[in-house]
């Protein structure tokens, strides 16, 4: 695996498990992203893995380089946005296909679409970024 793959894999590890170990150490931001692949690198090294300790020690160095918690703030409020949008536009489309009788299939599966839409805009109103 080339570096460039590796540390975007450690990155997106590093971020996916941001959410567990910012619950544990009631970090946020950068800090909680940091404290995340702080305890993986420690993990890996525990373990033995080379080349998992290199990627994340190069994650570990593009964090402290270029993560900010304002920039993390606005990603995640542009992805409320996004999916309060989603929320709207299924919303729009379930009202026009009751108001049109459409046929109660297709009803029930915008029902179900809105139900997702709503629960993915409530879990990242829930995420503190």
Known sequence: MNRLATTALSLLLAAASVSASAADTQLAGC?????SIRSELHQAQEQGLSDKVAGL????????AHCRDSTLIERHNKKIVKAQAKVNQTERSLRLAQEANKEPKKIAK???????ARAELAALQAQQP
């Open 110 to 116: 915008l029902e179900g679409k809105l139900e997702k």
């Open 57 to 64: 020690t190069r994650a570990l160095d593009e964090v402290n």
């Open 31 to 35: 800090a909680a992203k940091r404290e």
